[in-house]
């Protein structure tokens, strides 16, 4: 009998198949087939339980006319407008005084960034108490402050998503400083002191070296907190339950709402497309401006 | 490098040491904010309910009240809830560790003709939010008959793409040389990973491991999809529904808040370094 021979990029590929086996399993059947039956099933009316019929591009046309996925969009991108910006300027401006010549920065950085990792829900079950309208201990400070009529937060739906939000950049802004820190460390000292040379002051080291320097990790940022606050889903379902009214109802709400309550899993699948089409658009956007704005470091 | 930052912030902020003692009044003042919301709950866990809402708040209460706690312990089964989020925890981050070391080592050591592609398949399922596989996967998963167990959760979450990814990029910064001179001395691919590449991607396997498991220890959507019966719950769904239930008992809530957050606060003060150190790396290199 003739040994077996196999050539070279053979023997490679039995070998990676090897490896990869257990994981490209698991990553074909919970991963890439559920994306493309996702995507088959936006052409779909499904009620989980009798046949799917194919209705074209009539899920679609629906979110033209659905007066709630047009608020569940305008919900989302308030949210979005409401965290994403001062969580960014609150963490840069925490990461740079977390970067100088103090004492105890670890020990601050440990305080920013706990509230991230602690549990969602037990946090947003805190501050719906804090929120507490007539009892909680934010009106009555603002109560004992003079104010007569303080916001009723949560149950109100001026200032429900609001109350969202303030949690939300509570929680998330330690993350965020968390990797600026790592970006401010990696500016090479030499360019301060050129630019101390150049009799540069603060604010135009700031501008012209920091900035410039750090806009990788900025660029990252924002595209991460973009698509973080896009998929906010837990604090809204614990402190709102997309009220009132549907005043917080964000569209990843209305997409579990509508497949998981609703039971119509062809349009909730159309509308999770939706996001991921607003998703990549801000990705590849967000690619284009780095190509033109990014400096990097070599 | 460190010192760039420092003479930033010096630049930034003047010589002065009155600046300084401003710059902690300041990060003192962030931090009780930050702190506030855990104090205000531990504070409150101690006490009956009328005195949760007393203004100004009583940080320390006048009798200890740790009857909340028991009854949080009876109501929800607090025992049998750590159980199932512990089993999941354990379960998930060991497969994770598995299954992502494996396939990062294929990914970034064996030059298999396909590697780019496949690679480029993983790394283009990170940018799909996770809304757009829910659906398909609660149908897969019932096609399985896994409704209500926890296995569909472990094997929902047990292959992350983000964990392979995670592993390549740090396997990629191994030196090709350690794994040629290992195999010279007679290794065969599964020794090398074993023995050259694992030992010295500790790092980024502890990073992993402390991602993934504080990942699953907080889910909520997942468990809240799939697992419909009390027993099976975890904590965050037991949580939850304390406080969707029992309104009123403000005391119990936040008692089950605090045993909520108590084990991840345990580790984190243990391993904060591996937290901090973990989040800049997958910050970076992703």
Redesign the interface.
Known sequence: MKPLRLSRNNRNRLTALGFLAPNLLGFLVFTLIPIVIGIGMSFFRWDGANDPVFIGLKNFARMFTDTKFANSLRVTLTYTLLTVPITIVLSLFIASLLTTKIRATSAFRSVFFFPYIASIVAVAIVWQFLYHAELGPINQFLHALGIANPPRWTSSKDTALLAVAIMNVWRAVGYYMVLFIAGLVGIPASLYEAGAIDGANAWQKFRHITLPMLSPTTFFVVIISIINSFQAFTPIYIMTGGGPGIATQVLVFRIYEESFVLSNFGYASAMAMALFLIVLVFTVFQFRTQEKNVAYMQ | ??????????????PRSGT?LL??L??IG??L???F??M??LS?SFKPDKE??E???QWIPQNLHPENYVRVWNTIHYGRLLFNTSFLTVMITALQI???T??G??FAK??????RI?FL??LA?L??????????????IRLLGLMNSHWAII??Q??S?FG?FMMRQFFLNIPIELSEAARIDGLN?LGI?ARIILPLSKPAIASLAIFTS?FV??D??TP??YLNTAAKWT??LG??SM?AEYTAD?GG??A???L??LP??VV?LLL?RF??EG??MS??K?
């Not at chain 2, 490098?1 to 930034?12: D, P, T």
């Not at chain 2, 064996?110 to 590697?115: L, V």
């Not at chain 2, 940018?127 to 897969?140: H, K, L, S």
């Open positions: 490098m460190v010192g760039s930052a420092k003479s930033l912030a010096r630049n930034i902020l003047g300084h710059l902690y300041f990060l962030a931090s904010v930050m702190l919301p855990f205000w709950m409150s949760i809402f203004f100004p708040i598995l299954t992502c494996l396939a080592y294929a064996i030059p298999f003709p396909e590697n496949v398949c993983y399922t940018m799909v939010p996770f809304q757009v596989v829910m659906i398909p996967q609660f149908t897969i094997l929902i047990a292959f793409p392979v691919e990973y504080v220890w907080n909520f959507l809240l999809i904590i965050q949580l939850r406080f403000y809530v936040m089950g808040a605090v909520a957050i991840v606060l984190f904060q937290f901090i989040i800049a910050g970076i992703g």
